[in-house]
């Protein structure tokens, strides 16, 4: 049964047409109430009879309302006050039509604009279906089926509630489907949202195209993880093995290997990808890939290092740095990171504040400021944090002359110094500060449970640094329970005989500061080193020759020396390189040996993984892969007889002129050796060789050999002396 306002039901067949008349009227009859669901007042139950005949009742032309009943009429509607005397305000403004009021009262009638009276037509609302997206959604039935199901739905929701979806080519469907998208949105907030341009795009493709198989999509598992060569540990020890081979001949050893051992369930790579992963190798083991596949001389050639002769490092004091997020709530909603350096000898410290996102600027401030405060240290010890390893300021460490040391991985307590510190920090001072918010829940909720209630009041950064800077001069007054004295004692208890070296703060600082924030240059490694500024530049320890034929970034230092990073977006320092021009002889020869074992190195480790492989995979032959009954050649077809004829004539001529030819060779290699044969070894060869194997030409030839003057000496050699003629 509905409920109906008073305004509602005002100056409807059966009730007054004033409003304080039908709140009498409905009042007298006993008419069942409710709260309003919108807006204040009541509403009264009536019977479907009385709806019927307001139906029936035809709409009149103009409606002309108080202002009361026009409030009750358009609250809610887009562009109506929330208040009477707003509406008011604004049919004053807009000039609405007016007459006096015909009821007892007096006042004024409005007539509000039609389009305020118009009721939205309410859609149908969309069926429960299940637009859950598979998991995963891969290529195929599942992807087109989920697709389909949400366009055929759209497709019905709008056929139902007269909503035309263009069905041309080009046509504007946007509208008829944002519908269907925001009604499902709205009705189900819980389930996956999906979106117009998407669903649009679907409905073209899967009805009006109707090209429903489209909607699978293209996208395969193997985009996601690792590729298909290393998910399979066997089909990578063949790419591995066979690196030096065809990719073809790769490919082939897999196909094989597939088909002779199908319990494996190898899946064969694609050309395409075997090549990708091949080059990907290539990048990775350059001096490996050059040696292996162009052979021991090209990486001579190309890699081995041909630097010539090489360098060395001092020291001062050792310090210790560590870098934390505070545990204090910023009033601008920011914890503030605290990079903190101390001497170990005398427990002397000093700190800086910055946001705690940018670390390496961190880094930066806070050696900067300890180098101007206490000098230059001798060590640093830090963990393996990028803001150490990857900022410029490790620079500054081979410019002043200290070393920086990193711990190994997670090993906090290489570095205890600057640990206790930071705790003592925490302890004594950060948690008393209002916004202390505690490193853990247990500390958190200690600190609710024995602190004051939490007024609301937070320190700014620069309250904070007031903060530190008090507890810093209060710590280096303190006595030290371990020093037995203040840390301003221990410093000036430093021997003599190893004085602290300073910068020149009106010189070296400002260079300093400027180090700090020196830009990066691109530069390529050669076989000579790197080229900076007409120098060869390169590293004692030869680490310098993994970047053979690789692109670096480099950056300058006040003392010469040169910082090679990895990269120019994210550098990584990799070594300091040095002149080749200012290295003693002795230094030179250290690096041309360190050059060599290094380079030489990276070939060993790749050749030793490659000989891994050979106890998983051994390449294989088509002899091994043919089956025992195939021979090499099979007759599938009789062969013409005139055919074989005329091939068995052609193979006998050309064995005939073969032999013709070798028979030739060997007469003119017998003449060529009689022409050049000395006359007297020739008349001792013929004179005992039997008469029926010479020949005419022999024969002439002796004839008149013996009635020439060597002849006749050589006729009575002969016969003078039969041993001589033996012998000879």
Sequence with gaps: MPYLSISELAGQPGFPKSYNGTKNFLDAKGYTTRSRVKGKGVEYLVGLETIKSFESKPTPTKNFYTIETLFEKLQGKPGIP????????????????????????????????????????KLYAVPDIDLTAPTPISAGVARRDYRLSIVQQCSEWCDNNGIEISRTEGGKYWTAIEQFVTAYNSQYPDKPAINTHTVARWWLMGIQKNEPMTLAGKYGQHLVGKNLIDKQPVVAAICLQMIGSRASH???????????EPKLEIKVPSYQTLVRWRTN???NNHAAWIEIVEGKSAWKNKIRPSIGNHEATHANEQWEM?????????????????????????RKFTYVLVDSANGEAAYGQALFKAICEMGIPETITTDNGKEYKNSRGLVVSAWLGFILRFCHARSPWEKPFVERLNGTINTRLLETLPGAVGNNVETRKRLEQTKLKDDGRRLTKEEIIKHLD??????????????????????????????????????DAAALQLLLNTNLKERTVGKKGITFNNGNYFDLEGRWTDRIGTTVAVQAAPDGRLYVYSDMDKPELIFVAREKQSLRPDEMAQALDNAKKESRGTVKKAKQEIAKTKKVFTPRTYLDMAPDNVVPFESHEPIEPEILEESHSAIEQINAEKQLAESQAIERAKTLAAITEPNARKYGRLINTPEADLNEFDRKWLAHYVTTSEGQIQHGFAHDDEDLVVAR
């Design 82 to 121: 929330q208040t009477v005397s707003g509406l008011r305000r604004k049919i004053k403004k807009e000039g609405w039509e007016s007459r006096p009021r015909a009821a007892k009262g007096g006042g004024l009638e409005y007539l509000a604009p039609k389009d305020l009276f118009v009721e939205e037509r």
């Design 470 to 507: 008090a507890f810093q001069a209060d710590y280096h007054n303190r006595i030290h329970s371990e020093l037995k004295m203040t840390p301003n004692q221990k410093w000036a208890s430093t021997p003599t005989d190893k004085p602290i070296k300073r910068i020149d703060i009106t010189k």
């Design 281 to 283: 190798w290539k990048l």
């Design 250 to 260: 790769v490919l082939q050893q897999i196909k094989w290997l597939a088909i002779d």
């Design 322 to 346: 560590d870098g934390t997020t505070i545990d204090v709530m910023a009033a601008d909603g920011k914890r503030y990171r605290l990079m903190t350096l101390i001497d170990v000898f005398s």
